[in-house]
């Protein structure tokens, strides 16, 4: 859930943090590589990466995956 920190805009819009949104595209912008770089379309893995934070997410998962 988003923070709301203003009562709106006259058009209606409501104002968010500001660093809260810059996280979340963060956010968004990390998993984004890590699907271009290491998954196919039908979800098969390409690639692992031990600096590839949602690789290391896949290999503690695994427990015996080693990079």
């Known amino acids: 859930m988003l923070e709301h920190t203003g009562n709106g805009n006259i058009d209606g ?3 968010y943090d500001p660093v809260l949104l810059r996280s979340i595209i963060k956010d968004v912008d990390t998993a984004k590589t890590h699907l271009n770089n290491h998954v196919t379309v ?3 893995i390409l690639t692992l990466d031990k ?3 949602y690789c290391q997410i896949y290999f503690k998962e695994q427990k015996g995956v080693t990079p």
């Open 42 to 44: 039908e979800e098969q």
């Open 51 to 53: 600096n590839c934070e």
């Open 13 to 15: 819009t409501i104002d």
